[in-house]
C-alpha cells in the first residue's frame, strides 16, 4: 500500500506539472482560436497591398502596413531595421510555342524571378527537350547552341514530405539557364516546381554564374509542361517565340525589417525571435508565402498582450525582408545581433504556409531538443506529433551560422503548399482562418515553453 501510494504522490506531482503547462497551452489556444486579429490582418495585406518584391513600391507599402499591425499588437516597443534590397523588375513577358507543329499558340507561363528578359528582342528558336541534367550534359553543343532548352523535370510524387520533393527538383529552376547558356542556348524553359493537377506555372529565384552569358528562363504550369512534352515526342520541330522585359535593377534599395518585442520579466537579455517574410514574389497576393507566417508572428504578441502573459525572456517578432531573392533582412538582423552582442536562445521561422500544423522542426544540439521534446505530448491535441525534421527556415539561417543560435521551424501539412508557392494562385481566398490561427497557437505555444523553461 505504502509503493502504490509513494507511486501515486509521483504521478501526481508529475501531473500537476503537466496540468499547469496544459492549462496555459490551452489558454493561449482559446484567446487565439477566438479573438485572433491574424486573418484580418492577412485580408488587409493581401488585398490593400497584394504582391511585394523587395525594392518594390508595394514593398515599402508593406512596411507601412506591418509597422502599423505590428504596434496594433501592443507590443512594448516596435522599430524598422534597415536592410537594403535588390529590385527585380519582370514587365511584359510572353510565350508562343508550336505545340501542334504548325502555328504559334499563346501559352501561359512566368519568368523565373532574378532571370535577364530578351533585351527588347523576340527570341525565335527550335525548342529541345531533355529529361535531366545527366540527360542534358551527355548533348554535344552542336545539339544545343542556338536552342531554347526544356528542361522537362517532373516534381516527384512519392516524397510524402513535399519539401524533399522540392529540394530534388529545385535546382532545375536555379541552375538551369547558366546551364544550358554554357552550350550556346539562348533561352531556358522548365517545367515548374509544382505538385499540382493544374496549369499555374510557378515563379522562385534562379542564378546565373558571373562568367557565363544571362540568358532568358521561363516557367510552364504542369498542364501546358505536359502539352509540350508531348510535342517533343512527336518528332515534329518544335519553335519558340519569346520575349520579357525582365531585369535587374542596378541599384540597391533602402528597405526594412519591422520589429515588435514584449520584454522579458525575469532573463530580458535573452531573446527568442519569431518571424516570416514580409516580401513575395510579384504574382498572386503571397499570402501562404508568406503573408501567413508575418501575420501569426504578429499574432504571438497580441496575444500574449490580451491574456496578460508575461514571459521571462524578451520575446521579438520579426517581419523580415527579401527573403525570397537575397535574403538581405535575414543578414542585417544577424549583423545587428552580433554587433550589439545580443543573446538568442532560438530563433524561429514560420515559412512553410498557413496550413494546418503538423510538427516542429529543430536546427539544434539533442540536448537542446530533448528540453523542448519533454513537453511534446503538450501538442497532441493540437495535432503536432511530428518533431523529426532538422528545420530553421531562410531567414533565421545566418543566426545560426554567425551566432551559433538555435532554430527552430513551423512544419503546417505541406499536401497543398507546391500546388500554390510562387504561383498567381497564393491569394488571401486560399487560406484558411481556423488553419492559420492554429499555426499562430502553437508557435506561441512554443515560445512561452521555452521562455519558461529555458534553452541550454
Known amino acids: 500500500m505504502k509503493i502504490r501510494l509513494l507511486s501515486f504522490l509521483a504521478l501526481l506531482s508529475a501531473y500537476t506539472v503537466t496540468a499547469q503547462d496544459s492549462l496555459t497551452f490551452r489558454k493561449i489556444s482559446n484567446e487565439i482560436m477566438m479573438h485572433s486579429t491574424c486573418y484580418e490582418n492577412l ?67 512566368t519568368s523565373l524571378g532574378n532571370s535577364e528578359g530578351t533585351g527588347g528582342k523576340v527570341i525565335n528558336a527550335p525548342v529541345i527537350m531533355v529529361r535531366d541534367f545527366d540527360e542534358f550534359n551527355a548533348l554535344p553543343e552542336s545539339a544545343v547552341r542556338g536552342k531554347v532548352v526544356f528542361f522537362n523535370y517532373r516534381f516527384r510524387q512519392d516524397f510524402i514530405f513535399t519539401f524533399n520533393g522540392y529540394g530534388d527538383a529545385v535546382k532545375y529552376r536555379g541552375g538551369s539557364p547558366s546551364a544550358a547558356a554554357k552550350k550556346g542556348a539562348v533561352a531556358v524553359i522548365i517545367r515548374s516546381m509544382s505538385t499540382g493537377e493544374d496549369d499555374f506555372p510557378h515563379t522562385g529565384g534562379t542564378h546565373y554564374k558571373d562568367s557565363i552569358k544571362k540568358i532568358p528562363a521561363m516557367a510552364l504550369g504542369n498542364k501546358t509542361a505536359d502539352k509540350l512534352e508531348a510535342a517533343c515526342k512527336s518528332g515534329k520541330r518544335i519553335m519558340a517565340k519569346l520575349s520579357s522585359e525582365c531585369h535587374m535593377m542596378p541599384d540597391m534599395v533602402r528597405s ?67 527573403e525570397e531573392n537575397g535574403q538581405k533582412g535575414g543578414q542585417a538582423y544577424a549583423d545587428s545581433a552580433k554587433s550589439k552582442n545580443e543573446h538568442h536562445i532560438l530563433a524561429i521561422e514560420t515559412d512553410a504556409g498557413g496550413f494546418s500544423p503538423r510538427g516542429i522542426g529543430f536546427e539544434m544540439g539533442q540536448a537542446q531538443k530533448d528540453q523542448i521534446l519533454k513537453f511534446k505530448d503538450l501538442w497532441q491535441p493540437y495535432g503536432i506529433l511530428d518533431f523529426s525534421h532538422d528545420e530553421g527556415g531562410s531567414d533565421i539561417d545566418p543566426m545560426r551560422t554567425k551566432l551559433g543560435v538555435p532554430l527552430a521551424g513551423l512544419l503546417p501539412d505541406c499536401q497543398r503548399y507546391f500546388d500554390i508557392h510562387h504561383t498567381g494562385n497564393d491569394i488571401f481566398e486560399n487560406v484558411n482562418h481556423r488553419e492559420l490561427k492554429l499555426g499562430a497557437v502553437v508557435l506561441a505555444q512554443l515560445i512561452w515553453t521555452v521562455s519558461e523553461q529555458g534553452l541550454n
Open 256 to 322: 526594412y525589417n519591422v520589429i515588435g518585442e514584449i520584454k522579458g520579466t525575469e532573463h530580458p537579455e535573452r531573446i527568442i525571435t519569431v518571424g516570416g517574410h514580409l516580401d513575395s514574389w510579384d504574382i498572386g497576393e503571397g499570402a501562404q508565402d508568406d503573408g501567413a507566417g508575418c501575420v501569426q508572428s504578429i499574432e504571438i504578441i497580441r496575444a500574449f498582450k490580451a491574456l496578460g502573459l508575461k514571459p521571462k525572456c524578451t520575446i521579438r517578432a520579426v517581419l523580415f525582408m527579401n
Open 43 to 109: 485580408r488587409v495585406l493581401c488585398k490593400t497591398v497584394g504582391n511585394r518584391i523587395s525594392g518594390s513600391p508595394a514593398a515599402a507599402k508593406a512596411v507601412e502596413w506591418g509597422n502599423k499591425a505590428m504596434k496594433e499588437a501592443g507590443p512594448d516597443r516596435v522599430w524598422l531595421q534597415p536592410a537594403d534590397v535588390p529590385y527585380w523588375y519582370r514587365g511584359k513577358e510572353s510565350l508562343y510555342l508550336t505545340l501542334d507543329g504548325g502555328a504559334y499558340q499563346k501559352v501561359t507561363m
